[in-house]
Each structure stands twice: as structure tokens, then as C-alpha cells.
T-cell receptor, first 111, second 113 residues
Framework: EDKVVQSPLSLVVHEGDTVTLNCSYE??????LLWYKQEKKAPTFLFMLTSSGIEKKSGRLSSILDKKELFSILNITATQTGDSAVYLC???????????FGTGTRLQVTL | DVKVTQSSRYLVKRTGEKVFLECVQDMDHENMFWYRQDPGLGLRLIYFSYDVKMKEKGDIPEGYSVSREKKERFSLILESASTNQTSMYLC????????????FGAGTRLSVL
């Protein structure tokens, strides 16, 4: 059975801090790993990673995948209150179209 | 931009009622999904569909059914709602051509009393 574990479950940081969110996985025939941000409603897509060691970057957010150790990290630098959200990690196995999600990390950024 | 629209943001139903949740996507995606999201349990897949009139059970299909008569529309049906089906329901769609990135609707928060 495919499994995704995210840590920490939640954290509170001050604006300007840098945070690292973790995602480890076990999946049959790995194809890709995806990160989503969920505020009040729909999860919105952030990154898709398929290859080890290649950093994906978008503004203050970046992510990298290690397929040997079966994990990914999501970094957020110079956090802002607008970064407060639940961050979801998901893996896509083999040729199937469905994703397996972790339970998410709840990030709260305070002033 | 991909748009996935769920017909209701909030629904309140009585135990035993038949409930329909509707989802429409405008990007001609072949794959559509229904999830429920509960605190501490994350997103759990109820059903998905990879083509019109096709459906596959997800991880928690019990108590639910689905219908996909048109490519853009995927309906989730609770035949006889129960209180343990109170949850946030999220619909998503994806295309095999785009790496199976799923795009989500805003969600329907269903309360069964």
C-alpha cells in the first residue's frame, strides 16, 4: 500500500523565518511527487518533482526530491503571513492517474 | 486557467436523504476524482473516473456512488446520507498529458444531521 508521511504536523514561525517541510514516501513504481498549498478551500498546485537532485523554485518556495532516500523537502524563505496554509505532499505511482496524499503540514506565520 | 467548479460550498442534509454533489471542469480532462478531507486523515480518495461512463473505486467507496455521463461532469451520490459522512468533499481533474497534476474545486462542506 502506498504511503506518504509529512512532518512536522504543524508549526508556528515568525514572519521572516525560513521553514523546511518534510515528506517521505513508500510507493510502488514511483512516477512523481507533488506539493500543494491549501488555504481556506481548494488545494493549489505548487511543484511536481520527478528527478532526484533537481531543485524546483518559485519565488521564495523551492523543493527538491531524493529518490534514493524516498523523501522530498519544501523550503520557504523569508516567510510571510500569506504563507500560512496547509501544505500537502502527494505521490503518483506508476501508470495510474490517482495520487496518494499525506495528511499535510499546517504552517502558521505570525507577525 | 483550469477551472473546476463544485455546485455548492455548503450543504446541510438530514440522515437518510439522498445527496448529489456535482463537479464540472472546463479543460477537457479525461480524469476526475472525488475525495473527502477530514482532520488528521488528509485527503482520501472515494472514486475516480478516467473516461465517460467509467469509474474506479478509491480507498473509501463504501456508502458512495458516482456518475459520469459527460466528460466534463462527475457526480458523487450519497444514496442514504449518514452522520459519519459529514465532511469536506473535494473534486479534482487531471490530464495524462500534463503529468497527472490534479486541479481542485473549492470544496463542498457537507453536514449530515
Amino acid at each position: 500500500e502506498d504511503k506518504v508521511v509529512q512532518s512536522p504536523l504543524s508549526l508556528v514561525v515568525h514572519e521572516g523565518d525560513t521553514v523546511t517541510l518534510n515528506c517521505s514516501y513508500e510507493v510502488t513504481n514511483f512516477r512523481s511527487l507533488l506539493w500543494y498549498k491549501q488555504e481556506k478551500k481548494a488545494p493549489t498546485f505548487l511543484f511536481m518533482l520527478t528527478s532526484s537532485g533537481i531543485e524546483k523554485k518559485s519565488g521564495r518556495l523551492s523543493s527538491i526530491l531524493d529518490k534514493k532516500e524516498l523523501f522530498s523537502i519544501l523550503n520557504i524563505t523569508a516567510t510571510q503571513t500569506g504563507d500560512s496554509a496547509v501544505y500537502l505532499c502527494a505521490v503518483a505511482p506508476g501508470t495510474a492517474s490517482k495520487l496518494t496524499f499525506g495528511t499535510g503540514t499546517r504552517l502558521q506565520v505570525t507577525l | 486557467d483550469v477551472k473546476v467548479t463544485q455546485s455548492s460550498r455548503y450543504l446541510v442534509k438530514r440522515t437518510g436523504e439522498k445527496v448529489f454533489l456535482e463537479c464540472v471542469q472546463d479543460m477537457d480532462h479525461e480524469n476526475m476524482f472525488w475525495y473527502r478531507q477530514d482532520p488528521g486523515l488528509g485527503l482520501r480518495l472515494i472514486y475516480f473516473s478516467y473516461d465517460v461512463k467509467m469509474k474506479e473505486k478509491g480507498d473509501i467507496p463504501e456508502g458512495y456512488s458516482v456518475s459520469r455521463e459527460k466528460k466534463e461532469r462527475f457526480s458523487l451520490i450519497l444514496e442514504s446520507a449518514s452522520t459519519n459522512q459529514t465532511s469536506m468533499y473535494l473534486c479534482a481533474s487531471s490530464s495524462s498529458d500534463r503529468g497527472h497534476i490534479q486541479y481542485f474545486g473549492a470544496g463542498t462542506r457537507l453536514s449530515v444531521l
